[in-house]
């Protein structure tokens, strides 16, 4: 409530929300979660959480204290308290143990009136190496061949939780080594990062991808990092920055590499413009290995392959790469013991 000088002051029962949903970031962040799921059911809310690429449940909680909690969050992130009817997003911050995270919420509508949320833990400037990342080595070196490149297009693929915006994250940090100027736009900013400028799509405010990357190319930058092309228009100004001598990073949603250029395809761009801009394209999943760490399975093409797939396109064939399959490519590399 508010006092006579208009400054809010918690209730004792709004200090037990703030203690109890601070103590479940904690939790989260101890047992090293990625995510936080609030799960309505009928006559409680299920908590689970995602250890190691598995959902554990945790706690079973009542409505009233589920759904405060929930609107807890949501105030933290500037979203709508007040609107279930429609999914949310948005992001805080907060610091525990003396790290700096972000947290990014997504709310969902679940039936009867209640909402389901998520929220996505990251540790500020918590880049992971290329090295570290790729299960193979050879990938790590194409990449790191890839970025080298002073202009053109880095095209990243493949489903939501496949680590995309982390091996972005490892190219930009790569990119900030041989000291280029790097800005992203992101939606929202996941992450936070002092090697780079980042930018946060507000679609209130008139920031779309579109228009704050239309922005973005006035203030010089060597590499741009884009969250994701996700329309036509988007996907034209990025070709278009990579052409007038911009590096360009970005995820489209698609299985493979030959998907990620018919999507770009879709999106109204010439084949003769993928032609000139496109630098590589990669593909890739996240598998267990046998230390029960997390690490990428890549299906990159580069270079040869790529000039090939465009002479192929070309002609009107479809070409089908010589190269494994995704699927086979998990099954290889994948630790026996998952």
């Known amino acids: ?35 936080i799921h609030f799960v309505p059911l009928e006559g409680q809310y299920e908590v689970y959480m995602n250890i190691r690429r598995k959902l554990v449940k945790k ?72 090295d570290e990342l790729c299960k193979h080595s050879n990938w790590s070196t194409i990449l790191k061949q890839a970025i080298q490149k002073e202009q053109g ?41 002092t090697h780079l400028l980042q930018i946060q799509v507000n679609e209130r405010a008139g920031i779309t991808y579109s228009t704050g990357l239309k922005a973005i190319l006035r203030h010089s930058p060597d590499v741009i ?24 990073i970005t995820t489209v949603h698609a299985k493979d590499p030959l998907g990620t250029l018919y999507r770009m395809l879709d999106f109204g761009v010439s084949l003769e413009e993928l032609r000139q801009t496109i630098v590589c394209i990669s ?8 230390h029960q760490q997390l690490q990428a399975v890549f299906n990159i093409v580069f270079n040869q392959t790529l000039d090939h797939i465009f002479t192929a396109l070309s002609k009107g064939e479809r070409f089908y790469e010589g190269s494994e399959s995704m699927e086979s490519l998990i099954e290889k590399y994948r630790s026996p013991k998952t």
């Not at 200090?15 to 962040?29: D, F, G, H, P, Y």
């Not at 297009?153 to 100027?181: D, E």
């Not at 092309?229 to 070709?239: C, F, N, P, Q, Y």
């Open 1 to 35: 409530m508010y006092n006579l000088k208009g400054v809010i002051e918690l209730t004792d029962a709004d200090n037990v929300i703030e203690q109890k949903s601070s103590r479940l970031l904690t939790q989260a962040i101890e047992q090293q979660a990625t995510d």
């Open 59 to 130: 706690h079973s909680l009542p409505p009233q204290l589920a759904n405060r909690m929930i609107l807890y969050f949501k105030f933290l992130s500037s979203l709508d308290i007040s609107d279930k009817r429609k999914p949310q997003s948005g992001s805080f911050h907060k610091t525990i143990s003396n790290e700096n995270y972000s947290f990014r919420v997504s709310s969902i509508p679940a039936v009867g009136f209640q909402e389901s949320i998520v929220i996505r833990i990251q540790r500020h400037n918590n880049i992971v190496p290329l």
């Open 153 to 193: 297009l880095i095209l990243i693929s493949g489903p939501t939780g496949s680590g995309k915006t982390t091996t972005m994250y490892a190219l930009t940090a790569q990119c900030a080594k041989i000291h280029r100027h790097i800005i992203s736009i992101e939606d929202p900013v996941e992450n936070q990062h």
């Open 225 to 248: 990092m884009l969250g994701e092309i996700r329309d036509a228009e988007t996907a034209k100004i990025a070709v278009r920055a990579a052409l007038s001598g911009h590096l360009v």
């Open 283 to 290: 593909a890739q999943r996240l598998i267990m290995n046998e």
